[in-house]
C-alpha cells in the first residue's frame, strides 16, 4: 500500500496539490530571520526567543495562538530528564506521563484530562496525545521509553491537534525535534556517574561537510541498578533500567532550493517492573511473609524470579524539503519504524492471596511486535498577508501481541515459607492470550491564516480542516487461555471497522502590540475505534472526540524581561473509551471490557506559564494548569442489563504546578551554573473504574555545573555538573488503586538519585 491507496483521498491529494502549485509565487520571512530581527532589537536582558514547529513551519512562541510548552536540551539536562518517561514528575503541569501499571516498558500519556488508558497493551487500541519525533508519528505506547538521541527542543502542544497533526491528537501532540547536522567537525560528550550503580555515556559528533553532505552520529547509554532490593539471589531488582541508542543522520544539500534529510535510528531500552506494595488489607488471608508495607519500601518482602523487559526500536527517516520559489515550498516526510517488546512483569506478589501449599506470585509474560510505515507530503505557502499549508498523510501499521500469566512461587502449608516452582505453572499452554491488528490511516489537510491589511496587520484569521479515514481489522486467536467463545460458539473472533472524520479548526488572533497577543480558537479532535483484546468477545468500541474552545493571552513585558502567557479551555468529550475489569475465579488473567461512555464529559481549565529575568543571570519560572473533568457514566458490560456506572478521569490532577530557578554567574573565564524545580501535583484517579485517588506529591530536582572550563586545544571546553532528582527524597503514592478482596495496593514514586557528569565539547 502507498499514501495514494484511498483512492479518494489520492484524487483530493492530486487536486490540492496542482491548484496550490498554480498560486503565484509568494514572498515570505522566515521565523528564524523574524527571530533574529527580534533578538537584534531587544534589550540585553530581553528573555530569549522561542522558535516552534506547532503550524508545520517555523514561528516565534510568542506569535503562535496555541497553548505550548517548550523545554530544550538545557531543560533536560537540568532535571537529568533522560526520556519521556522522566516528565512523570510533572515538569509540565497539563502533561502527565506514567507507567503502564507496574511496568515502565509502556507509557500512558494524558494531556488536560484526555488520552490516558488504562491498558496499554491492546494492539487496536490508540493513545489521545500523539507523539511525534521529526514530524514521524509514534504508533505506540510502547518504545516511548527510549532514551532521547540529542534534541533540540520537544514541543507540547495542548488542546486537539486534530487539524495538522491528526491521528489521534484529541488530547494534544508532543513534537520532538532532534538537532541537526552542523556541517562543522566537532564532538560534545558526557559521561557520568550516579547512585544505584548507574552510569550515563552520550556522544555526539558532526563531520565536516563534503560534498554538500553533513553527517552527524549520536550515542547514548544508560544504565541503573533497582531501586527496591529483589531478595532472590541472581535475580535484577525492581525498577532498574539499561537504556541504549544510536542515531546516524546525514543532510544532502543538493542545490540551494532541496535538500534531503535521511536519519536511522535504532534503541534498546531494557528495563525491569515497578514494586507494587499492598498499603493494607482486604478480606481475603494473608500469608505472614506478605503483611502490609504503607510506606514506601526499599526490599521486596519476597524474592521473585525476574528479567528486564526488553524494547528494541528502529527507523528509517527521509524528509526531503524543495523549495519552489521564495515563498513556497513542498516537503515530503516518508517514515518506516520496527518496534519489538518483551515485558516480564513479576512486580505484584504483595497481591497474592495465601492458599496452604498453593502456587503463587503471577508472573505477566508478554510480547508485542509492532511495524509501521508513514508518508506525508506538505506544501507550505507564505506571503504578506497569507500563510497556508496543506497535505497529505498515510499511516499503515501491523501489530501482533501475545501474553501468558503464570505463577512461579508456592507456599507452604502455612504461609511461612516458600518455593521456587522448577518452571513457571499455568493450567493453559502458552500464550493464554494473543491477537493480531492491522490499521491504515489516510488523511487530507489544509490551513489558512490571513493578514488583512484593514487592521495594519495586527488581526489574523485561521481556518483549517481535516478529513481522516481510518480502517482497522483484527483477531482474537485465544483469550484466557482458549478460543473464544461467543453465543455458545468456539471461534477466532473478528475485527472490521472503518471510521471517517473531519475535524475543523477556527482561530481568531490580534496584536494589541508587537509584545502583547490574544487568541481565540475552536477546535476538534478524535480517536479512532478499536477492539479490546483481552475482552471474551472482542466487539468494537466506537471513536472518541473532544471539541474545545481556548482563549489565551501571550505577552512580554518591561523590555522583554518577564513572559506572561494564559490559556483557558472548556471542552466537550464526547464517547469516551472506557475498560471495565472482571476477576475470573482461579484464573491468573482477567478480563477487559471497553465500552463508550454515554453522554458528553465537561472538561474545564486554565493554565498559566510565567518567565521572569529580573537581572542578567538570573531567570525565574512558575507554570501552573488546574483541571476540572466530569465524565458521565459508562454502561457495565459484567453487570447484566448493562447498567450505567460511575468512571473517573485517569491522570488529572485538579492542580499541577511547576517553579523553576536558574541563575548563572561567571567564575574568572568559566561560568558558574546552578537550577532548581519543584514540581507538585494533587491526587489523581489511577483506575477509571476506582474512586481511589493517588498522593498529593511534591517532587524538587537540582543542578550545580562549572562551565565553559578551558582545556588544552582550539575551542576545547570542560564542563562539570552534580545533579539530583527527588532532592528531597520525598514520598508518594503515584498509582493506588482499592479492591474488596485484596485490599489497597499502590507503587511508590522513586527515591533520590544523584550523580556526577564530566562534559567535554570542541
Known amino acids: 500500500m502507498t499514501v495514494f491507496t484511498f483512492n479518494r483521498v489520492r484524487l483530493a491529494a492530486q487536486t490540492a496539490l496542482m491548484g496550490s502549485l498554480a498560486l503565484l509565487s509568494l514572498n515570505a520571512t522566515t521565523a528564524h530571520a523574524e527571530a533574529a530581527a527580534t533578538a537584534a532589537e531587544a534589550p540585553a536582558d530581553a528573555l530569549p526567543e522561542i522558535v516552534v514547529t506547532a503550524q508545520k513551519r517555523e514561528t516565534r512562541l ?106 489521534n491528537t484529541e488530547g494534544g501532540a508532543i513534537s520532538i525535534v532532534t538537532k541537526k547536522p552542523t556541517g562543522v567537525y566537532g564532538m560534545n560528550t558526557t559521561f557520568g556517574l550516579s547512585n544505584f550503580n548507574g552510569y550515563k555515556l552520550e556522544s555526539h559528533l558532526n563531520l565536516p561537510e563534503m560534498h554538500n553532505v553533513s553527517v552527524k552520529a549520536d550515542l547514548v547509554l544508560s544504565k541503573r541498578d533497582g531501586t527496591v ?117 513479576n512486580g505484584s506478589t504483595a497481591l497474592s492471596v495465601f492458599a496452604p501449599n498453593g502456587n503463587f506470585s503471577r508472573y505477566s509474560l508478554a510480547n508485542f511486535d509492532q511495524s509501521q510505515y508513514s508518508q506525508e507530503i506538505q506544501l507550505i505557502g507564505d506571503s504578506a498577508q497569507f500563510h497556508y499549508v496543506g497535505g497529505a498523510f498515510f499511516y499503515h501499521e501491523s501489530v501482533a501481541d501475545d501474553a501468558w500469566a503464570p505463577n512461579t512461587l508456592q507456599w507452604n502449608a502455612t504461609g511461612t515459607g516458600y518455593a521456587i516452582l522448577p518452571s513457571p505453572v499455568n493450567a493453559t499452554p502458552f500464550p493464554d492470550r494473543a491477537s493480531t491488528a492491522k490499521t491504515d490511516s489516510a488523511g487530507l489537510f489544509g490551513q489558512l491564516t490571513w493578514t488583512p491589511d484593514a487592521f495594519d496587520g495586527k488581526a489574523h484569521l485561521t481556518i483549517g480542516a481535516r478529513y481522516t479515514e481510518d480502517k482497522k481489522r483484527g483477531e482474537l486467536l485465544k483469550v484466557n487461555g482458549a478460543i473464544p467463545v461467543v453465543n455458545g460458539v468456539a471461534a477466532i473472533q473478528h475485527l472490521d471497522a472503518k471510521w471517517d472524520r473531519i475535524d475543523p479548526m477556527v482561530t481568531v488572533a490580534y496584536d494589541v502590540t508587537s509584545d502583547i497577543n490574544l487568541y481565540a480558537k475552536w477546535s476538534t479532535g478524535y480517536k479512532a475505534g478499536g477492539a479490546n483484546s483481552r475482552s471474551l468477545t472482542y466487539r468494537a468500541f466506537g471513536p472518541e472526540s473532544v471539541e474545545a474552545r481556548e482563549i489565551g493571552l501571550k505577552s512580554e513585558w518591561f523590555d522583554r524581561s518577564l513572559r506572561v502567557n494564559l490559556a483557558a479551555y472548556d471542552s466537550d468529550y464526547k464517547d469516551t473509551q472506557i475498560d471495565f475489569n472482571a476477576v475470573i475465579p482461579g484464573n491468573t488473567r482477567g478480563t477487559l471490557e471497553t465500552t463508550n461512555a454515554a453522554g458528553t464529559a465537561k472538561l474545564k481549565g486554565v493554565e498559566a506559564d510565567i518567565t521572569y529575568r529580573p537581572f542578567r543571570g538570573l531567570i525565574l519560572g512558575a507554570t501552573y494548569a488546574t483541571n476540572s473533568t466530569h465524565l458521565p457514566k459508562a454502561p457495565n458490560p459484567f453487570v447484566a442489563g448493562n447498567p450505567l456506572v460511575a468512571v473517573y478521569p485517569l491522570y488529572a490532577p485538579k492542580n499541577a504546578y511547576s517553579v523553576t530557578v536558574d541563575y548563572s554567574r561567571p567564575v574568572g573565564s568559566a561560568l558558574f551554573k546552578a537550577h532548581l524545580d519543584a514540581n507538585g501535583a494533587s491526587g489523581q484517579n489511577t483506575s477509571s473504574a476506582d474512586p481511589t485517588r493517588s498522593d498529593n506529591s511534591l517532587i524538587v530536582n537540582g543542578r550545580l555545573a562549572l562551565a565553559n572550563i578551558a582545556l588544552p586545544g582550539q575551542n576545547t571546553a570542560l564542563q562539570l555538573s552534580l545533579w539530583s532528582r527527588n532532592l528531597t527524597n520525598e514520598k508518594h503514592v503515584f498509582m493506588r488503586n482499592f479492591n474488596a478482596a485484596l485490599g489497597t495496593y499502590g507503587i511508590y514514586n522513586e527515591p533520590r538519585t544523584y550523580g556526577i557528569e564530566a562534559n567535554i565539547s570542541f
Open 62 to 167: 510568542q506569535k503562535t495562538p496555541i497553548s505550548i510548552s517548550v523545554m530544550n536540551k538545557d531543560d533536560f539536562s537540568n532535571r537529568h530528564a533522560q526520556s519521556l518517561a522522566d516528565l512523570g514528575d510533572g515538569a509540565i503541569p497539563s502533561l502527565r506521563v506514567a507507567p503502564f501499571f507496574s511496568r515502565s516498558s509502556a507509557l500512558t500519556i494524558g494531556m488536560r484530562g484526555v488520552g490516558s488508558m488504562g491498558d496499554a497493551n491492546q494492539p487496536s487500541r490508540d493513545q489521545g496525545v500523539g507523539v511525534y519525533v521529526d514530524g514521524v508519528y509514534m504508533g505506540r505506547a510502547q518504545g516511548l521509553g527510549m532514551a532521547l538521541l540529542d534534541i533540540e527542543r520537544v514541543e507540547v502542544l495542548k488542546g486537539p491537534q486534530g487539524t495538522l497533526f491528526g491521528r
Open 229 to 345: 532490593k529483589n531478595p532472590l539471589d541472581g535475580a535484577p531488582d525492581f525498577n532498574a533500567y539499561d537504556k541504549g541508542g544510536v542515531r546516524l543522520e546525514a543532510l544532502w544539500r543538493a542545490s540551494e532550493s532541496v535538500s534531503v534529510d535521511y536519519a536511522f535510528d535504532a534503541s534498546r531500552d531494557a528495563s525491569t517492573p515497578y514494586f507494587v506494595q499492598l498499603l493494607s488489607k482486604g478480606s481475603l488471608p494473608l500469608a505472614p511473609l506478605t503483611p502490609t508495607q504503607p510506606d514506601r519500601a526499599k526490599s521486596a518482602l519476597i524474592g521473585v524470579p525476574m528479567q528486564h523487559s526488553v524494547g528494541n526500536t528502529s527507523g528509517h527517516t527521509l524528509v526531503i524539503d524543495w523549495k519552489l520559489s521564495d515563498g513556497l515550498k513542498v516537503k515530503s516526510i516518508s517514515s518506516y519504524r520496527k518496534l519489538t517488546q518483551s515485558q516480564f512483569d
